[in-house]
């Protein structure tokens, strides 16, 4: 009789430890996640328009803190093989210079970028992306051809 108390008992306390074992969730410490600031989700999206019937689309990029709109393009061309170009400036920034095929002064057109559908102020490599912020490049000869 004492063996079967006891084993009811263990197999209560074993059950009890599962369920609760099971609705905690570890937070992620790998060496990598540590490097990187812990934010919110956020996401932004970005296009890069290479003529009127040429545009690449990318939805739900991951961004992290600080990201600006000069590292995205760069992790984007990486990631899909594309031929990325870019000029320093020393004092005023970077200029994208070519883009796949499409490359400044090419049918007089270069390269541009809007953020949130306005003509972007500063360069690439100075904006900050925030959440929700849609980024598009444009090869085009007018900068407010929208």
Avoid: C
């Amino acid at each position: 009789m004492k063996t079967i108390k006891f084993i009811i008992i263990a197999l209560v306390f074993f059950a009890v430890g599962f369920f609760l074992g099971q609705s905690y969730q570890w937070p992620n410490l790998t060496p990598e996640a540590a490097k990187q600031p812990l934010v919110q989700e956020q996401k932004i999206t970005y296009s890069l328009q290479f003529s009127d019937s040429d545009r690449i689309e990318f939805h739900d990029i991951q961004l992290l803190e600080n990201q600006t709109v000069l590292e995205i393009l760069r992790k984007l061309a990486a990631e899909n093989s594309l031929v990325l170009e870019v000029k320093n400036f020393e004092g005023i920034g970077s200029m994208i210079t070519k883009i796949g095929d499409k490359a400044n002064g090419q049918e007089n057109k270069y390269w541009q970028y809007f953020i949130n559908g306005a003509y972007a102020q500063i360069g690439a490599d100075q904006y900050k992306l925030k959440d929700g912020d849609a980024v598009e490049w444009k090869f085009s000869a007018d900068q407010f051809n929208q």
